[in-house]
Every structure is written in C-alpha cells, then in structure tokens.
C-alpha cells in the first residue's frame, strides 16, 4: 500500500491500514498485575512479572502506535518513507517496524519476504530509518544508551530479556513492545510480560550507529531513496552505488516514469519481467529490490558489473549471443553510464 506520507493525514491512513492488519494476527497476550499469560513465558518458566508500577498499561496499541506515527509523519516520513523520519529515530523506527506485522517468526530470519526472529525485526526495523544494528539481541542490547527502567521508556526503545540476552523487541509505549515472538507466531504487538533486563534508547546514527547508506552511497541520491537502496544492496549483494545509478539512468528516480516502451517506475522494469520478479514496479521498495535480485542475477552470470548492466538493459540473451556487451548503440551508451555516476571502470 502507498501513502502520502507528509503529515498526520498521513498517519491516520496508515493506522487504519495496520489496524486492519492487526486484527486477524493472533491475539496478544493480556497482562494483569502481577501475572503473564504469555506463552513463551509459561513455557519457559522464566517469566518475572512486571513490577507493580513500573508503568501504566493505558491507552490502546491503536492510540499507542499512532501517536509514533503522527509523530514521524510529522517529522517529515512514515513507514512508506523510511528514510526521511527526522530526528525522531525510534518513532520512525515503531512506524517502519509496523509495516511487518504479521510477519512469521523464523529462527535465524532476517528477510521478511522468508521470516524474522527477534532480533531481524530489531536490524529491519531500524535499519529501514537508516541505522545498522548488529544481527544479533545480546550485541543489540548494548547499543545507544541504558534507559534506566520502563517507567521511562520511549517508543521505539530496546527491551531486552534474559541474561545472557536471548530475546528483544521494541517498546511502542502503554506497557507494549512489537516483537517477533517464537516459532509458530507472527510479529506482533504484546504486552511487556516480565522486566526487561536492558533497556536502550538509539537516539541517531551520529550517536550510536552507523546510517545503512553512509558507506559507498553517492552525495547526488535522493535522502528519501537511500535507506531503500542500502537494504537492497546490502540483501542481494549488490554496489549500492552501482545500484543506485541504475536508477539515476533508467529515470532519475521518477518513480512514476513509463517508457515508451512500456518500461515502469523507478528501475524502470517491464511488466513481464515485474512479474517475474513477484513486485509491484510502481512500488519504489519492491521495485529497488526486485531489480537489486535482477542486478545480482546478472552479476553471478555474467561476472562483471558492465555486462551485468548490458544484461539489464538489452536482455541476458543478447549478452551470450554476443559473447560481451551488445554493439547496440542504446546499450553501450547506458553502460558507460551507469558506470560513470557509480564511479566504477568499464
């Protein structure tokens, strides 16, 4: 789904969306003080419940997740924008990790096209608002700041549990935290079921963390795109900065150009081929993945990023008849450049 995302309009359309979303996951677990009925915690027996007063569970997850929203809507971006959520990282990183509700838990998963544990949901979600985290809950949950308990917890903060770590999840505020929970479950929104025994605040890449698109992604790509093309890259691996010329090339990151030829959205990828692909061209995230899976097929293929780039545009085919990049005039003035902005040799 796409919305506008500048401002609280914004938002509400997307509470919507997810409150549709939410209601056919499986239920939440329902805290009451002094008692959990979580499953994991039964069935580990390692549950401690959560301190009398350590924090109200008021407010629904609706106003809870909304008011993270409004606020990152209004600091310039939402989970369709995850680039451009201001200075607000763990609001924008509440409404970007929202986009996976409902997501199955998968030991070891990182792709929510397969599957996330809890700590790929962590890595994703902030991620997606332009700040690497390492994979893993136990180096997570020493990252950014201690918060020093949930009384004074912002959405968007870590909540880590066990010791060693061995599960996280981030706080969405009113006594609740989105979480990847165990296998045979979705992501979801719980309750905080027992006292986090780590609680950190990532306040910004400059502070804590590194933004996914500060290494080897050019000055001259869109704010709004980078986040975008860096998980892309880093997933299929691919240059981002070769991937993020290809749509420089293709049409200057209009993400509603439609060639001549028929050719859609920002990769400007043919229909056929989109569906090959299993994305939406029209879609800027889908169609930057999809053509990043494209880009990487060709790169393992053909071994070299100019006929990879050849592969792109005038078709593996041609490359193998030709045995090299195609004497087609289009296709020798595309890859020279591509590779020119990516800053790579022919």
């Known amino acids: 789904m796409s919305v506008d995302a500048s401002g609280p309009a914004a938002a509400l359309a997307r509470i919507d969306a997810i409150q549709s979303r939410f209601a056919v996951l499986p239920g939440a677990p329902t805290s009451v ?6 499953p994991d915690a039964v069935a580990s027996g390692s549950a401690a419940p959560l301190a009398a007063g350590s924090t109200p ?14 606020r990152a809507g209004a600091a310039g971006g939402l989970a369709t924008d995850p680039g451009a959520a201001g ?17 199955p838990y998968v030991w070891g998963g990182s792709d929510p096209a397969t599957g996330l544990d809890c700590s790929g949901l962590v890595q994703r979600a902030y991620a997606d608002v332009g700040v690497t985290l390492p994979r893993v809950a136990a180096d997570q949950a020493r990252m950014g700041s201690a918060v020093p308990d949930l009384a004074h917890a912002r959405p968007g903060d870590l909540l880590a549990f066990g010791s060693p770590v061995d599960h996280i999840g981030i706080y969405v505020g009113a006594g609740r935290m989105l979480v990847a929970p165990r296998t045979g479950e ?28 500060a290494v080897g992604m050019p000055s001259w790509v869109p704010e709004r795109w980078r986040p975008l093309f860096a998980i892309a890259a880093a997933r299929h691996g ?28 920002l990769m400007q990828l043919m229909p056929s081929t989109a569906r090959g692909l299993g994305v939406d061209p029209r879609d800027p995230a889908q169609a930057i993945d999809g053509a990043a899976r494209l880009l990487a097929g060709h790169l393992r293929r053909f071994g070299s990023a100019p006929l990879a780039l050849a592969a792109y545009n005038a078709g593996p085919g041609a490359v193998e008849r030709y045995d090299g990049v195609p004497p087609y005039r289009e296709t020798q003035q595309y890859v020279s450049r591509v590779l020119g902005y990516a800053g790579m040799a022919a």
């Open 186 to 213: 979705a992501v979801m929104v719980q309750d905080v079921y027992r006292i986090p025994t780590a609680i950190r605040r990532i306040t910004g890449p400059a502070a804590t963390a590194t933004p996914a698109y």
């Open 33 to 38: 003080a002094g008692t959990t009925s979580t």
């Open 238 to 265: 691919v240059p981002a900065a070769l991937l993020a010329s290809v749509a420089r090339t293709e049409s200057g990151f209009n993400a509603g150009a439609v060639s001549p030829a028929g050719a859609v959205g």
């Open 87 to 103: 200075d607000d990282v763990g609001a924008g990183a509440v409404a970007a990790g929202s986009r996976y509700l409902g997501v």
């Open 57 to 70: 569970v008021t407010g629904s997850f609706d106003s809870v997740l909304g008011d993270a929203l409004t």
